[in-house]
Every structure is written in C-alpha cells, then in structure tokens.
C-alpha cells in the first residue's frame, strides 16, 4: 500500500497545479478583456467613455 504522505503529496500537488492554470487562464482573458476595451475606446468619442469590463467583475 503507498504511503500516506505520498498520496496527500499527489493530492495537493494536483491542487496546485489546477489553481495555477486557473490564474494564467484568468490573467490570459483579463489583458484580453483590457485589450479588447482599447480598441473599443480609441473608436469613441473620448468623453463618451463607458465603464470598462474589468471594473463591473470587480465592483
């Protein structure tokens, strides 16, 4: 039988490993959301400037 401290290794390795994916996956669609929102903006009016993406997630 493996040893118990090998299998909680496993385990929070594979945590680790899934949280980290998930922070570059939400860093990747973040600057992709703000490039996104540039664009848009530089096309408008700047006094006419809506809030952006990122300021309704965090808000």
């Not at 996104?36 to 903006?41: A, C, H, M, R």
Request: no cysteine; aromatic share 10%.
């Amino acid at each position: 039988m493996v040893p118990a401290e090998i299998v909680i290794s496993i385990i929070f390795g594979t945590l680790q490993l899934i949280v980290g994916l998930v922070s570059l996956w939400q860093q990747h669609y973040f600057r992709w959301a703000a490039h996104v929102e540039d664009e848009e903006t530089l096309s408008e009016n700047p006094i006419k400037l809506k809030p952006s993406r990122l300021e309704k997630v965090w808000a």
